[in-house]
């Protein structure tokens, strides 16, 4: 199976930062890389998939970047509703596999 | 409007089983890949098990040989099947919808519905 790990496990920011979340993958899944955003005792959202396009209604504060084996996800002017967890996700092969998951949290 | 919504989680002993519902909306799950993602309290996703909109089947080797996922075409229902429950099973089940022709690619998911293994 292929190993996603993100860095870092959380994070503190403040309302207006630029926040960038890394995804690594234990070998090469091309572009094959989805994000998702997740909120207490609620279901993932798909935010972007194959590493940059955003999901429809996502805002265009959220952009992806990157392929082979190493990912970014940033978020440009964070906003209230942005503070959950993210995780990656990789599509490229069985079974697909999640990182472990970035909290941002408010500082 | 898409929407998932399952049902069926509850508190079950060891060995036991369960069958989780997912019942769909706005999509015919017969017409799409609808997958089970799960998570354990406080950790991460797991992807459980997948129907292709052909009809086969495919589960992580974790669940593999004891749950079972179909569907209902009538019924515009998803199931999940999971007998000889175990601790480890205990988490939060989702079912996901694949985005297009990729079935690993989750667009909708439900709200879950939690399974608590323990005696």
């Known amino acids: 199976d292929i190993q996603m790990t993100q860095s870092p496990s959380s994070l503190s920011a403040s309302v207006g930062d630029r926040v960038t979340i ?20 609620k279901a993932p959202k798909l935010l972007i998939y194959t590493a940059s396009t955003l999901q429809t209604g996502v805002p265009s504060r959220f ?39 970035t909290k941002v949290e408010i500082k | 409007e898409v929407q998932l ?13 369960l069958r989780l519902s997912c019942a769909a909306s706005g999509f015919s799950v017969s017409d799409n890949y609808m997958s089970w993602v799960r998570q354990a309290p406080g950790k991460g996703l797991e992807w459980v098990s997948v129907i292709y909109s052909g009809g086969s089947t495919y589960y992580a080797d974790s669940v593999k040989g004891r749950f079972t996922i179909s569907r209902d075409i009538s019924k515009n229902t998803l199931y999940l099947q999971m007998n000889s429950l175990r ?11 694949g985005l297009g022709s990729s079935w690993s690619l989750f667009d909708f998911w439900g709200q879950g519905t939690l399974v608590t293994v323990s005696s």
């Not at chain 1, 209230?80 to 079974?95: E, G, K, M, R, V």
């Not at chain 2, 919504?5 to 089983?17: F, H, R």
């Open chain 1, 22 to 41: 890394t995804c690594r993958a234990s070998q090469s899944i091309s572009g094959f890389l989805n994000w998702y955003q997740q909120k207490p005792g």
């Open chain 1, 63 to 101: 952009s992806g970047d990157g392929s082979g084996t190493y990912f970014t996800l940033t978020i440009v002017g964070l906003q209230p509703d942005d503070f959950a967890t993210y995780y990656c996700q990789q599509s490229y092969s069985a079974p697909p596999t999640f990182g472990g998951g």
């Open chain 2, 5 to 17: 919504v399952e049902t069926g989680g509850g508190l079950i002993q060891p060995g036991g089983s």
């Open chain 2, 87 to 97: 601790a480890e099973d205990t988490a939060v089940y989702y079912c996901a919808r």
